[in-house]
């Protein structure tokens, strides 16, 4: 019995060490996410960095397809002189939004950004076509989904958050741009997006979230 006794007792002592190692990975878990379109986090969120939403000109055919942070102050490291031939290229955004009332004054101006983190929380999921978030996760922010338009090159879509705010050293209308533009959705009754609840038109909310 002494025996049985001992190996429960080390069974019981091995299950406590594991929990107690799964719970300082869950306390010492964080998730990122960007925050399109604000300089700062929300409150229970630490800021990493705050910059400039960055992107491939809009008319360009090659490039990358994603957005970009880009931080305020780059760091170079033995850059080639002059400007190359054989590169990929970055420029900065601009909203255009000036028949979408929500963020029509922000219309040919530059959107911020920012990195944030939320400590004890392990995964960050966009919902599109939604401004609320699961039953069991917490919502980070709420917006409207922006993309290129659809005649120019494809790019991903991102969450503007719905209070966007612009960069206000940055003059107005700059030219060469990566263009964000809202997005409507086009239903088929019957299709895989069908028609109610979706409506051919509306502009399609989002919500950044995180468990």
Avoid at 77 to 96: M, V
């Amino acid at each position: 019995m002494s025996g049985n006794g001992c190996l429960k007792e080390d069974v019981d002592d091995d299950i406590e060490k594991r929990q107690l190692r799964s719970n300082s990975v869950h306390q010492a878990a964080s998730v990122t996410y960007v925050r399109w379109g604000r300089k700062t986090c929300p409150q229970h969120a630490e800021l990493v960095y705050e910059g400039v939403i960055g992107g491939s000109h809009y008319a360009h055919s090659g490039g990358g397809a994603n957005y970009l942070c880009m931080p305020y102050q780059p760091t170079y490291d033995t850059p080639a002189t002059g400007s190359q031939s054989t590169r990929g290229l970055l420029y900065g955004s601009q909203y255009y939004t000036n028949d979408f009332e929500p963020y029509n004054q922000l219309y040919k101006h530059d959107p911020p950004c920012t990195v944030c983190r939320v400590p004890s929380r392990s995964t960050t999921y966009t919902v599109p076509a939604r401004n609320v978030c699961p039953s069991g996760w917490n919502i980070e922010y709420t917006g409207y989904m922006m993309t290129s338009q659809y005649g120019q090159k494809r790019t991903r879509f991102i969450c503007m958050d719905e209070n966007a705010d612009y960069v206000f050293w940055t003059s107005y209308d700059q030219g060469t741009a990566a263009m964000l533009y809202p997005v409507e959705v086009r239903c088929v009754n019957g299709g895989s997006i069908p028609c109610a609840p979706y409506v051919s038109g509306d502009e399609l909310t989002c919500a950044v979230c995180t468990s």
